[in-house]
């Protein structure tokens, strides 16, 4: 296990009140997904300290895991930040490397350019760390798309049009394979149109 070990100190609620979005603290990864119960992550708060309330807040670990703990209750590992001269030292888990999760697309299909795309990968990094966890190759039909994120209307009847928000313009449709939709939004996907400026010109 790759772990660093750093000076550190444990700061109360009301000094987390005074941190932001951008500062690293340190939170324990003995959570629903690590379980490593004497090891701590780095993680920034997912919004200004000042904005919790109830003595709980939520972190999000740079490994994409949010997790509520209270600083102040002694019964839980504590919100930790880097101090050279505090009077701690915490066991701070490492990354071991990306994971990367991609959509290509190879033109006219052919399957001889992934071939070659995985032989450099692999040149590149050693045949022992390059992966491929999931390949699923799907034919992807000539038209370009826009993808929107719809609200999904409550009720049996709706007075109001549902929300939508764009997340992808002129793209392909298995775009929507690799998008996160938000709950209680579903995807609609649309056959791109070009915007056409009909303002005047001298």
Known sequence: MNTEKIAARRISLEEVTNLGVKDRVFISADTAELKLPGCYVPAF???PGEEFEGGSITARTVFQEE???LPDDENEAGVYVADESGPATIEVLQSAGVVLDLALFVPGGDKGALTALYAAARQAFGADVVQIWRQGLKE????KVDIFE???PRGRKATEPPKRDRRAVDTYPTRADFI???AGWKPVIEVHK????DTPTI
């Open 45 to 47: 708060l997912t919004e």
């Open 67 to 69: 997790v509520t703990c």
């Open 140 to 143: 992807v039909p000539d038209v």
């Open 150 to 152: 719809e609200q999904v």
């Open 180 to 182: 996160d939709f938000s």
């Open 194 to 197: 070009p915007v056409v400026d």
